[in-house]
């Protein structure tokens, strides 16, 4: 299992930006692929999931602002970020978790495999 991240970068503020994360090793049996931020000195959150079903969860930092997608003839998940935030900056990272059980979605220690995380800075 492997998941790679790309699309990271600087932003303006009230600017776009897209992640994506590319994933190999497995195609339909998984729970949900997730998009987590840690910012230095703070804790990884989550910030949006999609499951198996495309079933979207978001955190409500950045609900409205964030879509999460995927194209599952590209093995990918997306994340569109818009009108980013000074607290949106943080290494961002893309995980997949095959049985999440009675857990919810944002909690980190339930996925399986990570990918290496992309810095996105917002800076005027």
């Known amino acids: 299992v492997q998941l790679v991240e790309s699309g990271g970068g600087l932003v303006e503020p009230g600017g776009s930006l897209r992640l994506s994360c590319a994933y190999s090793g497995f195609v339909l049996d998984f729970h949900g692929i997730a998009w987590f931020r840690q910012a230095p000195g703070k804790e990884r959150e989550g910030v949006s999931c999609?499951?198996?079903?495309?079933?979207?969860y978001y955190a409500d930092s950045v609900k409205g602002r964030f879509t999460i997608s995927r194209d599952a003839a590209k093995n990918t998940v997306y994340l569109q970020m818009d009108r980013m935030k000074p607290e949106d900056p943080a290494v961002y990272y893309c995980?997949?978790?095959?049985?999440?059980?009675?857990?919810?979605?944002?909690?980190?220690?339930?996925?399986?495999?990570w990918g290496q995380g992309i810095q996105v800075t917002v800076s005027s």
């Open positions: 999609i499951s198996s079903i495309d079933a979207t």
């Open positions: 995980a997949v978790v095959f049985v999440l059980g009675g857990s919810t979605w944002y909690e980190a220690g339930e996925y399986d495999y």
